[in-house]
T-cell receptor, first 112, second 112 residues
Framework: GQQVMQIPQYQHVQEGEDFTTYCNSSTTLSNIQWYKQRPGGHPVFLIQLVKSGEVKKQKRLTFQFGEAKKNSSLHITATQTTDVGTYFCAGRGNFGNEKLTFGTGTRLTIIP | GAGVSQSPSNKVTEKGKDVELRCDPISGHTALYWYRQSLGQGLEFLIYFQGNSAPDKSGLPSDRFSAERTGGSVSTLTIQRTQQEDSAVYLC??????????FGPGTRLTVL
């Protein structure tokens, strides 16, 4: 079955530093979504990427979808304490009503 | 409108007892997912309902776990003969087919 891996599993950064998490799928995806889960909360949708090579920005967050539609990345510029949480990618395969498969997640902690 | 709701929010039970967890999805959402999340861990997929299709039960960890979705709306996850390793937060999410998932607040299950 489809597997979605994320690296790193954990990342500790000084406030103001940049942060990147990488997502890799074992199969080609029709689209990829990103979610953020704050400590003690539930995952909340951030964005969906559909096109090969697509890049989308949300303020300090930049999301990329690979040309082969098998990998993606989330980059945060100049991290803030509000960025703390676990970031999950989630990919959907190409067949019909295929379910969304979540990645393993990257937990980001910020050192003030 | 109301989001995804789950009940109970917390459940403490004794080993060997059966428990039922309920999920009320957003009205009109055709897809419904159940996940399990242990402390500090990622999302473990359990089961996926999509419209009238047969559910994808590939994530259920044992035959003690079952789920149903009545009338394409409310879903119940049942765990029989609970074990201590079943302790976790159980998250439900719903979505329109192919779009973002909306998560409920989760049910924290503790098996003593």
């Amino acid at each position: 079955g489809q597997q979605v891996m994320q690296i790193p599993q954990y990342q500790h950064v000084q406030e103001g530093e940049d942060f990147t998490t990488y997502c890799n799928s074992s199969t080609t995806l029709s689209n990829i979504q990103w979610y953020k889960q704050r400590p003690g909360g539930h995952p909340v949708f951030l964005i969906q990427l559909v096109k090969s090579g697509e890049v989308k920005k949300q303020k300090r967050l930049t999301f990329q979808f690979g040309e082969a539609k098998k990998n993606s990345s989330l980059h945060i510029t100049a991290t803030q304490t509000t960025d703390v949480g676990t970031y999950f990618c989630a990919g959907r395969g190409n067949f019909g009503n295929e379910k969304l498969t979540f990645g393993t997640g990257t937990r980001l902690t910020i050192i003030p | 409108g109301a989001g995804v709701s789950q009940s109970p929010s917390n459940k403490v039970t004794e080993k060997g007892k059966d428990v039922e967890l309920r999920c009320d999805p957003i009205s009109g959402h055709t897809a419904l997912y159940w996940y399990r999340q242990s402390l500090g861990q990622g999302l473990e997929f359990l089961i996926y309902f999509q419209g009238n299709s047969a559910p994808d039960k590939s994530g259920l960890p044992s035959d003690r776990f079952s789920a149903e979705r009545t009338g394409g709306s409310v879903s119940t996850l049942t765990i029989q003969r609970t074990q201590q390793e079943d302790s976790a937060v159980y998250l439900c999410a719903s979505s329109p087919a192919g779009y973002e998932q909306f998560f409920g607040p989760g049910t924290r299950l503790t098996v003593l």
